[in-house]
């Protein structure tokens, strides 16, 4: 059922369709929009052509990136002796903002989930484990979901037959809740309160 005209009704489903935004916000930022400058406007959605085209998943940890290694990968200052495993490019950036680790990445993109369809061959464990050459330690930062909790234990039991230290974060990020959305202080404590597992 159509509410506004037609042009604007189609702003608001495609702002519907972006997540945590409901039909009301859609309509404020369709407005807002409406009221910018078509400058303001036509560079706004070239900035979101020019992020789609440019952005991709590095060849080495599959974190976003714009150059191939990624500046994490290719870093002569990060730690190559520890690789912290995440399940989402987003959760590099709010590890990043902690400033507690200054190792490598490795984003699994998923979690294995059985329910959902997804195995250890559906997201990239394979990956980390060809990576592991020279690596003192592995810290598994997935979501403390029962999808996460699985993945970790999956991946430690992999890793411990090859001799190297796994750690998981200490609880600090709330049990049912993503990494995303934990704050800087809850990281850095739950950093300092890793355990082997």
Do not use: W
């Not at 980390?128 to 330690?137: H, M, N, P, Q, S």
Request: aromatic content about 6%.
């Amino acid at each position: 059922m159509q509410s506004f005209i037609a042009p604007i009704d189609r702003l608001v489903e495609e702002f519907a369709k972006l997540p945590g935004v409901g039909r009301k916000t859609a309509q404020r930022l369709a407005f807002h929009i409406l009221d910018r400058r078509e400058e303001d406007v036509r560079r706004f959605a070239q900035t979101m052509v020019d992020a789609k085209r440019q952005v991709h998943y590095c060849s080495v940890c599959g974190n976003f990136t714009d150059v191939d290694p990624c500046v994490i990968c290719s870093s002569s200052t990060r730690k190559h002796s520890s690789i912290c495993v995440v399940e989402d490019p987003k959760d590099v950036f709010v590890m990043e903002r902690t400033k507690e680790f200054s190792g490598l990445y490795h984003v699994l993109h998923g979690a294995i989930s059985p329910l959902d369809g997804v195995g250890p061959d559906d997201i990239r464990v394979k990956e980390l484990i060809v990576r592991l050459t020279d690596v003192e330690e592995v810290i598994l930062c997935t979501n403390p979901t029962i999808e996460g909790e699985a993945t970790a234990m999956y991946i430690s039991k992999l890793i411990r037959t090859l001799g190297i230290k796994v750690t998981i974060l200490a609880h600090g990020v709330p049990v049912g809740g993503d990494i995303e959305y934990a704050d800087e202080i809850t990281l850095s404590k739950a950093f300092e309160g890793r355990r082997e597992i």
